[in-house]
């Protein structure tokens, strides 16, 4: 037997071993159309399915917990939409008459914490405005557009209106399998500011790690590790991580809108791509974008097809083990109407040398 037929065989058995059995696989979930006025998108197919495809996981003798959050801090990398993020601690205090003490912590004025750190996006977060805006006078909202068609007025009625629909308490415990596509080792380098995933990337990584067969199953994450997440830095000395970043291109977004997933995470801070000088208007959206939508996976992913993003996402772990499929457990606090919200991901699979 040659080498190179060896070699295959092997990654055969890794695959196969790190996929869930064909009978999980096959396990049917709720397809759409949703029913009218529905506010959980893609996220309707949690249940028996996902749930036994995890539990797979969690049950392999040696399966590890890793951490799918970066540890949010004072001197993190801050995104330039979210404003400062600044936690206090108080001093000590006190209960009279009793022996016990307790601390706490403040946060500054303005701080937008769900949208700083690993976080997650509800899918009230981007609604399509009926044509581009050129920045002067007030926004026009009229008829613009949200998730399932709804519309301002049943979303965001006025400007201090928290999110009546589509909020973060929308969304349910997203605990589902997994999968980790490694575009830093596909493209065998880091990947740069503004450069792309494509879908022919994404299917050429499926194949690359074995997962062809697998595939992506309806109701699955799908991460993606860049390697663009070596820039986050603590404290943020370098300054680079928020200026540009790669991204998912649009065929990308729909590719994995018609395999219905219901979340997808990157190691980057916006999802789309976003190239040098672009947030300065000194550069324009990737090719392949839409006119009037330079963030435009976060329109088709949010508006159209009813899936979440996970921004800033820690997958260098779960890279270097090879841990292609796992369980996620994907948690975030229930803040009423909130547009996002800071969440700590864990991913649950054994690591590819186990296996």
């Known amino acids: 037997m040659s080498a190179h037929l060896k070699w295959i065989l092997v990654l055969a058995v890794f695959a196969a071993q790190a996929a869930e059995p064909v009978k999980l696989q096959r396990m049917k979930v709720p397809a759409p159309p949703w029913p009218a006025g529905d506010e959980r ?10 749930l036994n495809r995890c539990a797979w996981h969690m049950q392999q003798p040696d399966a590890r917990t890793y951490e799918v959050s970066q540890l949010r801090s004072n001197t993190m990398p801050l995104s330039p939409f979210g404003g400062a ?15 016990q003490a307790f601390n706490s912590e403040t946060l500054n004025e303005g701080a937008e914490h769900g949208q700083q750190g690993t976080q997650i996006d509800a899918l ?11 920045g002067k006078g007030a926004l026009p909202l009229d008829g613009a557009a ?12 006025t400007p201090d209106s928290p999110l009546l629909k589509l909020g973060i308490d929308k969304i349910p415990p997203i605990i589902t399998s997994a999968v980790l596509l490694d ?20 299917r050429g990584m499926l194949k690359a790690q074995g997962l062809s067969s697998r595939g992506i199953l309806p109701g699955d994450v799908v991460y993606v590790h860049t390697g663009w997440g070596e820039h986050w830095r603590d404290p943020d000395t370098e300054k680079l991580y928020y200026t540009q970043a790669p991204g998912l291109s649009y065929d990308a977004a729909q590719y994995l809108g018609e395999r219905r997933v219901v979340a997808v995470g990157l190691d980057t801070p916006f999802i789309d791509p976003v190239a040098e000088g672009m947030l300065q208007g000194k550069a324009g959206p990737a090719p392949g974008t839409p006119q009037g939508l330079p963030f435009a996976v976060h329109h088709h992913l949010l508006t159209q097809a009813g899936i979440h993003q996970i921004e800033n996402a820690k997958l260098d772990e779960l890279a270097r083990d090879k841990v292609w499929t796992s369980c996620t457990v994907i948690l975030p606090a229930r803040e009423k109407g909130a547009a996002g919200a800071a969440v700590r991901p ?10």
């Open 346 to 355: 864990v991913a649950i699979g054994a690591p590819a040398s186990k296996r």
């Open 146 to 157: 949200y998730y399932g068609g709804l519309t301002p007025n049943e979303v965001k009625p």
């Open 183 to 202: 575009a830093k080792a596909y493209k065998k380098a880091a990947m740069k500011g503004g450069e792309l995933v494509s879908a022919a990337d994404l």
């Open 85 to 99: 993020y600044q936690v206090k601690p108080k001093p000590s205090a006190g209960i009279p008459g009793s022996r």
């Open 124 to 134: 009230g977060h981007f609604a399509v405005l009926r044509e581009p805006w050129d």
């Open 41 to 50: 998108g893609m996220a309707n197919q949690i249940g028996p399915a996902t």
